[in-house]
């Protein structure tokens, strides 16, 4: 019922910055959770950040103090500013929306199971 679209990816070296963009379209809900994630090549998918309808955030240790997640609701839109970019950081990050996380403890926001709807993902490169 919902559908996203990553934007924003590309290739930076170690230290840059990069902005990745989420456009949702179709159904809209009062009390939502959307959220980013990653993808490193061989491992596992893993929770980032997430921001909820009353913009509540919360955030993955491993960037902390580094990335800042924001919406701009009127616009259907979510951002991922990510700065002092790592190799580590190297994935293919989605965005992802759902409206069950809305009501789930705080730290099941980073749980990729805990979204129904998925963007096509955008690939970020961080090279030392």
């Known amino acids: 019922q919902v559908q996203l679209v990553a934007s924003g990816g590309g290739s930076v070296q170690s230290g840059g910055s990069l902005k990745l963009s989420c456009a949702a379209s179709?159904?809209?809900?009062?009390?939502?959770?959307m959220a980013w994630f990653r993808e490193p090549p061989g491992k596992q998918r893993e929770g980032v950040a997430s921001?909820?309808?009353?913009?509540?955030?919360i955030y993955a240790d491993s960037v902390k103090g580094r990335f800042t997640i924001s919406q701009d609701s009127a616009k259907n839109m979510m951002y991922l500013l990510m700065n002092s970019l790592k190799p580590e950081d190297t994935a293919m990050y989605y965005c992802?929306?759902?409206?069950?996380?809305?009501?789930?403890?705080?730290?099941?926001?980073?749980?990729?199971?805990?979204?129904?709807?998925w963007g096509q993902g955008t690939r970020v490169t961080v090279s030392a």
């Open positions: 992802a929306a759902g409206t069950r996380p809305y009501y789930y403890l705080m730290e099941y926001r980073l749980r990729q199971d805990s979204y129904d709807n």
């Open positions: 179709g159904s809209r809900y009062s009390n939502y959770c």
């Open positions: 921001i909820d309808s009353d913009g509540r955030t």
